[in-house]
């Protein structure tokens, strides 16, 4: 009887102390701005979301949601406030009509030669801090900015060849609206407002000669290349901005292993995306400027020059639109100045 009433305890106990551990591990849902079946979707969900519940021992644990899972891509900081969604990763300039800010944030159009000075800007220049400024005043202090960046330098897919900057006029572009579509006018281009879903048959139909859409492998997986065959790579104007925030009260019921462990697991994975989209444009575009059809297209640095010239105005204006617009472009002009891309 003894040792059959020292097996039950031990049962319970260990029943117990499993329930407990379950009940401890935490999931985060978090919405991301790709679609279910774009290479950087799978590059989150297949080899770097189960990477966090490794790192902590299965305490925390993430579920990454393809763009409008829950809610759609413009109101998932509203949903992250409000707990109905734990975080995103999703694009800062869909955030744009709520204070410019987020547009100058979100991607400073024609301001950057590389991936690595958005990111190091970000995470290391100002951006993540005027970041938690603006979901302090727009979310009520509801949010915690875990990190900012974007991963790859879109490339311009075009049926035309755009070789400088001249180039650009009388062109029909799909182009997001705000900051980017502005950039592209003063070009001398005619953006036209259309969602990616409607890039590939806008192209087709000859709605659009051109799109601002994603990086080189996302474009490539979404047969751009087919109807689009003069890509400018590396592009001359967007690397979107996707930021890591999570709600306060998630973020402060971590505990202090688990919020660093989050923090190391965004910047690696990051990393580690910017580090393979990057091989994978080069891949492709090796490919392409093999094909006889296709006419892959590198802007000279005095072009780049001449469009970024051509943006400041864009960027000034933008920035007198609201005070902590200006602060995000002036945090941004410091940082290039430091880093040899403005005088």
Known sequence: MRRLLLATAVA???FT???VSDSLAKTLKLQASSRAGDWAHRFMTDEWGPKLGEMTDGSLEVEVLATR???PHRETIDAVANGILDGDLNAVSY???????FAIIGDLIAGYDTVDQVRTFCMHGGGKEILQKLYDKYANGNIHVIGCGPYAKEALVSKVPI?????????KIRSPEGLAAEVFKRAGASPVSLPFSEVYTALE???VDAADASAYVNNDASGMHKVAKNPVYPGIHSMAV?????NKDVWDGLAPAEQKALEVWYSAAYDA????ADLQDRDLVARDKANPDMQVIDWPTEERKKFRELAVAAWEDFGAQSELAQEALDAHLAYMKRIGLLD
């Open 242 to 246: 996707l930021q890591f925030v999570v």
């Open 205 to 207: 139909k000859g709605v």
């Open 273 to 276: 995306m910017r580090r393979e």
């Open 69 to 71: 899972a829950v809610v």
């Open 163 to 171: 070789n400088s900057v001249d180039d650009l006029k009388g062109v």
């Open 17 to 19: 102390s499993y329930g």
């Open 12 to 14: 319970a106990l260990a």
């Open 95 to 101: 955030f744009s009509g709520r204070d410019p800010a």
